[in-house]
């Protein structure tokens, strides 16, 4: 596995100019969860890092790419194939930046729509996505604050954020998000 310094300056060369700086913003904020919550925080900043790799992609690209690969699509990634980056991305974590940890390539492939039973090092990575200091929309201090606190917790209104926005924009949910929703309720 590349080191962070070899990774970021291989991103930076791939991601447009603001991707890369999500990208290094998910890094540290991963990194600072991590180490709240006392999970790897080399683990936690490469997923960051990591995480949006297929990014430079469009979004027929991806689909593309998806189906080249014999990845199964949804209707709701066909309808909207950027849900298919977290996938691919964990693909090109292991086959061009040569990660094989497999605790990384599962918080990359989880950090859109989450999953049911995360890892905390999945709901971490998941979470700094959402919350990164450049995210701006309402109720994401709120989401930022439980993130410290109460990880399902987060990912509850995380997922509830999301959906609700969705809904507003009359825009498909997937239902990855919803079961990743369900599942934080009733675990509660």
Known sequence: ??????????????????????????EAAAIELALHWGESKEKAGIAGL???CSRWMS???????????????????????????????????????DVLDRQILSAIE???TGSPAMSKLEQIVYLADHTEPERDFTGVEHIRALAFKDLDKAVIFSTSSMIK?????????F?????????YLMKR
């Open 110 to 112: 989880k950090h859109t």
């Open 175 to 183: 239902h990855g998000t919803s079961e990743t929703r369900n599942y």
């Open 50 to 52: 990591l995480h949006d």
């Open 1 to 26: 596995m590349l080191n962070a310094e070899s990774i970021r300056e291989k991103l930076r060369h791939l991601l447009d100019k603001d991707r890369f700086r999500h990208s290094q913003n998910v």
């Open 59 to 97: 979004p027929k690209e991806m689909l593309k790419a998806a189906k080249a690969l014999k990845t199964k699509v949804d209707p709701v990634e066909e309808f909207e194939p950027k849900l298919l980056h977290a996938r691919l991305s964990a693909h090109f974590a292991r086959t061009d930046f």
């Open 165 to 173: 926005a969705l809904v507003d924009l009359e825009l498909p949910v």
